[in-house]
């Protein structure tokens, strides 16, 4: 891997400011390219963010943006695109849980998480597709789905729904355009070391460890370093795959 694998390439993250997209953020900067990514909330966590990565001598763009609201992705890639010229990478990392039981489930839980996670993807993919496609060498999406996409969780009717759909989302963009030399592919993680995992209680915690065969969670920098891998040139030959990350889980 060439340390600046990515000079001049620019890369939008969406929540790009904690655990899995902040890990992203930082590997795409250490390998040379200029980074934008959006926050939902913490503008002070995003500004630190930006500090260091422009630390590193690329260029970071940040903005608030919802990702389930079209018009407001629109504009934030409009943003993107005049800051840094184009678009070559885009990581779908955006999400949120609302687990619940479905007969307890709320409809707002269900639409929140539903467009948040897949409707987001759908906005960011839609409005990067235009700048990419004017690129020589196209470009790559990576979408972050998760193992409850393709086993299905209990109390995760939303969740799990929302990732599946995602890498049906995958499968499909990347046959609308593989012509235009961009490459479409998917992550469905396991369970990865960030603040949500840190939340289960030990009794639960210790149960899924038990069912995982390499007996550990993942950590933030692995998932970092295989996104980094299928955005890569070394990943052109790629497209409309699910890549598990899970450690054997979901085997």
């Given at each position: 891997?060439?340390?600046?694998?990515?000079?001049?390439?620019?890369?939008?993250?969406?929540?790009?400011?904690?655990?899995?997209?902040?890990?992203?953020?930082?590997?795409?900067?250490?390998?040379?390219?200029?980074?934008?990514?959006?926050?939902?909330?913490?503008?002070?966590?995003?500004?630190?963010?930006?500090?260091?990565?422009?630390?590193?001598?690329?260029?970071?763009?940040?903005s608030q943006c919802d990702v389930a609201k079209t018009d407001s992705v629109a504009e934030f890639v409009k943003?993107?695109?005049?800051?840094?010229?184009?678009?070559?990478?885009?990581?779908?990392?955006?999400?949120?849980?609302?687990?619940?039981?479905?007969?307890?489930?709320?409809?707002?839980?269900?639409?929140?998480?539903?467009?948040?996670?897949?409707?987001?993807?759908?906005?960011?993919?839609?409005?990067?597709?235009?700048?990419?496609?004017?690129?020589?060498?196209?470009?790559?999406?990576?979408?972050?789905?998760?193992?409850?996409?393709?086993?299905?969780?209990?109390?995760?009717?939303?969740?799990?729904?929302?990732?599946?759909?995602?890498?049906?989302?995958?499968?499909?963009?990347?046959?609308?355009?593989?012509?235009?030399?961009?490459?479409?592919?998917?992550?469905?993680?396991?369970?990865?070391?960030?603040?949500?995992?840190?939340?289960?209680?030990?009794?639960?915690?210790?149960?899924?460890?038990?069912?995982?065969?390499?007996?550990r969670l993942g950590n933030v920098q692995e998932v970092a370093e295989i996104a980094c891998f299928l955005l890569?040139?070394?990943?052109?030959?790629?497209?409309?795959?699910?890549?598990?990350?899970?450690?054997?889980?979901?085997?």
């Open positions: 891997m060439s340390e600046k694998q990515f000079l001049g390439k620019c890369a939008i993250v969406t929540g790009g400011t904690r655990g899995i997209g902040k890990a992203i953020v930082l590997e795409l900067a250490r390998r040379g390219a200029n980074v934008a990514f959006n926050y939902a909330k913490s503008a002070e966590e995003a500004e630190k963010l930006k500090a260091e990565i422009t630390s590193m001598g690329v260029k970071c763009f940040t943003q993107v695109t005049a800051e840094f010229g184009t678009v070559d990478f885009l990581v779908n990392n955006a999400g949120i849980t609302r687990d619940q039981l479905i007969l307890r489930m709320k409809e707002e839980d269900w639409d929140a998480v539903i467009n948040t996670n897949l409707k987001g993807a759908w906005n960011f993919a839609k409005a990067v597709l235009r700048p990419m496609m004017r690129n020589e060498n196209g470009g790559s999406i990576l979408n972050i789905s998760s193992i409850s996409g393709i086993v299905g969780m209990i109390g995760q009717t939303n969740y799990s729904a929302s990732k599946a759909g995602m890498i049906g989302l995958t499968k499909a963009l990347a046959k609308e355009i593989a012509s235009r030399k961009i490459t479409v592919n998917a992550l469905a993680l396991g369970l990865i070391e960030t603040d949500m995992a840190q939340e289960m209680n030990a009794e639960y915690r210790e149960k899924i460890l038990s069912q995982i065969p390499l007996g890569s040139d070394s990943a052109r030959y790629i497209t409309g795959q699910v890549i598990q990350v899970d450690g054997g889980l979901a085997m």
